[in-house]
């Protein structure tokens, strides 16, 4: 199975242009279950740290808060959600205020609403 190519330093330390976390993003698998393979054991506070934060920087909130939505269901997200900093947390409670003004049809209200508890934000 071939994943997304690798991403830069630059990008990994958050430091890198918008246009290659957005394809990076973009190369993730869409459908969960994908996701998850791709994923595996390997989903750690770093990489949640990471995902939220370019999220946040790249994609209009209704996207970002679609691909949270799917990371929040993935093995190992609670503990490493847990262990993420408070600029990701921070990031990811401004994605949730910006989409709770127009959530996403395949969310709707409540849907935005338990996801985001599941990152401990307030809508």
Do not use: H
Request: glycine letters at 8%; proline letters at 5%.
């Amino acid at each position: 199975m071939s994943g997304p190519e690798q991403p830069s330093a630059a990008t990994t330390s958050g430091k890198g242009a918008a246009e290659e976390v957005a394809s990076y993003l973009g190369a993730l698998p869409s459908e969960q279950e994908s996701l998850a393979k791709f994923v595996g054991e390997n989903l750690g506070d770093e990489i949640l740290e990471t995902l939220v934060m370019a999220a946040e920087a790249t994609w209009p909130a209704a996207e970002a808060v679609l691909m949270l939505s799917r990371v929040s269901q993935l093995r190992r997200f609670q503990m490493g959600w847990m262990m993420a900093g408070s600029k990701a947390k921070a990031a990811a409670q401004r994605v949730f205020k910006a989409a709770a003004a127009k959530p996403p049809a395949a969310l709707g209200t409540n849907g935005l609403a338990a996801v985001a508890k599941e990152y401990d934000c307030k809508l």
